[in-house]
């Protein structure tokens, strides 16, 4: 066939004239291709691609090659193999270009979800840099669409869907889905194949979205995650510590970090200062709530939660009532007597102190249940060790 013929001049002329090191692998490409061994010559593409010196050659090898077996090749290591070549192209509007063939091919292939979604998503992101935005969004909608339907998709399918969605809602200042997003592609990837560059850039933003997210009163899950590490030794460990004095809901710690000259170089904080403030003290009654026994939730007088909170007492009922209307806690108030009486505070991640204080409350109630049942044995009411028998 003329193909053939093409494809072999193809491979033959370009294994002249390629670096020594790639030589091995178009003489691989032609002998595998000429038995029809395709899944074995996608993996020499692979092997291929991974070598740094492969890269000016590979939207050639994609034009002149793998075009003419691409429906015989793995669909996801075909977008892969895309994806890696439309990196070389400079020029965004071509880079976009030659991705959009896989995007529209795999478009009309039904069983391709996975790979039609990588597409999309790896498209989605050069529409992202190229500031348009709104072709971005649809891209993000549409593949997003797709994957609810899907039972199980690979993990590098989900981590480009999260990492360009996570991108878009950081560019739009979408605090809540970009923290959303971002803790979903660091669940999709191992923290070992991110640079400790970037491990440290998404642990910041991700405090930051955290400390700034309307609604984000749980900071658990990045609490927990290791990534929050990557900044335990570097120029933004108090970021850290602002998210750990956030969560315990302490006055002193937030007061003393934003005074410092890490803090008050970050305009975005410093301008989002009532926010922070009024977020801290929900955040303090939250920790008020959680420090005290069931009797004394049953009737928590203003001036204590004002105490707590740093909040005068005629700001106390709006605090309570703005904390109950975001779910934070339940209950009710007695603007009579100034008292709130709290049935349930939301959950959350523990720090070592808060864990204290639920280990001291379990031996309290321990000590105060011994106590009774010794009482009850004296006065002849219980036999614990007929019971026990």
Known sequence: MQVDRDVTVYLSATRKSAPAELREYYAAFEELYDKKLYHQLTLEINKFVALPAAAPFLVPLYNEFVSEWQKR?????????????????????????????????????????????????????????SSDFEG???????????????????????????????????????????????????????????????????AFDLSLSALLGDGLYNFGELLMHPILDSLTNSSSAWLRQLLFAFNSGDNDAFEKISKSGDFLKMPLLVSSMPFLTQKLCLMSLMESVFRRSKEERGRLPFTAIAKDTRVAVNEVEHLVMKALSLGLIRGSIDEIDETVSVT????????????????????????????????????GLVDISAAAE
């Not at 192209?89 to 995007?103: E, N, T």
């Not at 478009?107 to 597409?119: C, I, Q, S, T």
């Not at 070592?352 to 010794?374: C, F, P, Y």
């Open 344 to 379: 349930w505070v939301q959950p959350r991640v523990l720090e070592m102190s808060q864990i204290k204080t639920i280990r001291d409350r379990l031996a309290e109630w321990s000590g105060n249940v011994k106590e009774k049942v010794v009482a009850l044995e004296k006065e």
């Open 73 to 129: 090749m793995n669909q996801l290591s075909l977008v892969l193999f895309v994806t890696k070549a439309s990196r070389t192209i400079k020029d965004p509007g071509q880079s976009l270009a030659f991705l959009d063939i896989q995007v529209e091919r795999l478009r009309e292939l039904p069983d391709e979800r996975g790979p039609f979604v990588l597409a999309t998503m790896e498209a989605a992101h050069i529409k992202l840099v």
């Open 136 to 202: 971005c969004k649809k891209s993000i909608e549409e593949a997003g669409k797709i994957l609810a339907e899907l039972s199980a998709v690979e993990t590098v399918v989900n981590a480009s869907f999260y990492r360009v969605a996570a991108d878009y809602y950081k560019a739009k200042a979408l605090y809540p889905l970009f923290y959303h997003n971002a803790l979903l592609f660091l669940s999709s990837v191992s923290l070992d194949d991110l640079s400790s560059v970037e491990k440290v850039e998404r």
